[in-house]
């Protein structure tokens, strides 16, 4: 989520994982695919969504309350369709997954999370600090140490992570991918099942609105926005710094984004994606 604004700015760091060998925990997905782990807000158990894409810790207000949130001012953001949220932020006494620690954690208010009864969306905000891999294969969450680190660099591909840091507050991550052969800069986002382009590699593509195979779909986003998007299958989507990690024929949504395009979970699908952000690389196995 990119920031433009922010009432007010509260910097805390989570703990770093110091641990001699590395911690996995399971996750689980949805339907869709999402990741789905174990955490504590303060005291309370809660199951979240991890996403990558999401820029900061958002929780749903019910959870805020029993934990006594104090606000903390307001966040102005962008989501990838271009809306403007504001997003009320609220200092909790802790957020931890697994090993990862984060006192007087800032989070996010977000009433659509209780509608759908979720708790909360946990982000790679919080791991700075502490490289981590998602290994889908084994349906695992990984805390790397700097030896399984450094395996993971050996027996992997490396692409470089880009970031949008706001001030400590939201974080997105981008690298460098090739749609069919076209550059794009796009953010790595385990909040999305599939691939979503911009419009405009549509004519890059050859590909009309009105072509068989093209599906339009009208509606609207999750905040309530209107949406078109037109879904189509592309011929190859590829990391740039290493196109052998590559998703051939995939079926991708074409939308008017910000970005050039948002990379879902699909490519990462049997792979282990790890994301070392203290050395801003992105690691792929298979």
């Not at 303060?42 to 199951?47: A, R, T, W």
């Not at 037109?230 to 990690?245: F, I």
């Not at 995939?250 to 952000?277: E, H, K």
Request: hydrophobic share 45%; proline share 7%.
């Amino acid at each position: 989520m990119r920031s433009v604004s922010s009432a007010l700015l509260v910097f805390v760091l989570a703990v770093p994982v110091l641990a001699e060998q590395p911690t996995a925990i399971p996750f689980t997905t949805n339907p869709d695919g999402l990741v789905l782990v174990e955490a504590h807000a303060g005291d309370l158990p809660i199951q979240v969504i991890f996403d990558t894409g999401a820029g900061l810790d958002v929780l749903a207000p019910s959870i805020i309350e029993k934990l006594h949130g104090r606000p903390a001012g307001v966040f102005t953001g962008f989501r990838m369709t271009g809306e403007r949220p504001d997003v009320q932020l609220f200092i909790i006494p802790s957020i931890s997954v697994g090993p990862m620690v984060k006192h007087d954690a800032l989070v996010g208010s977000w009433d659509v999370l209780d509608k759908f009864q979720l708790a909360g969306i946990i982000s790679v905000n919080d791991f700075r600090s502490t490289p981590f891999t998602f290994d889908f294969a084994k349906k695992q969450l990984v805390f790397e140490t700097p030896k399984s680190l450094r395996a993971r660099r050996a027996a992997g591909a490396a692409s470089p992570l880009q970031f949008d840091d706001y001030r400590g507050i939201a974080l997105d991550l981008f690298s460098n991918f090739l749609i069919a052969g076209h550059p794009g800069r796009c953010e790595v986002d385990t909040g999305s099942p599939s691939a979503t382009l911009s419009t405009r590699y549509m004519s890059l593509l050859g590909i009309a609105t009105d072509a068989p195979g093209v599906q339009k779909e009208e509606g609207r986003t999750i905040t309530g926005a209107p949406e078109t998007k037109y879904r189509a299958t592309v011929p190859r989507l590829a990391l740039a710094s290493a196109p052998a990690v590559v998703q051939p024929s995939p079926a991708v949504a074409f939308s008017d984004i910000i970005y050039d395009c948002v990379v879902g979970v699909d490519f990462w699908r049997d792979r282990a994606l790890t994301f070392d952000t203290v050395h801003r690389n992105l690691i792929v196995s298979e």
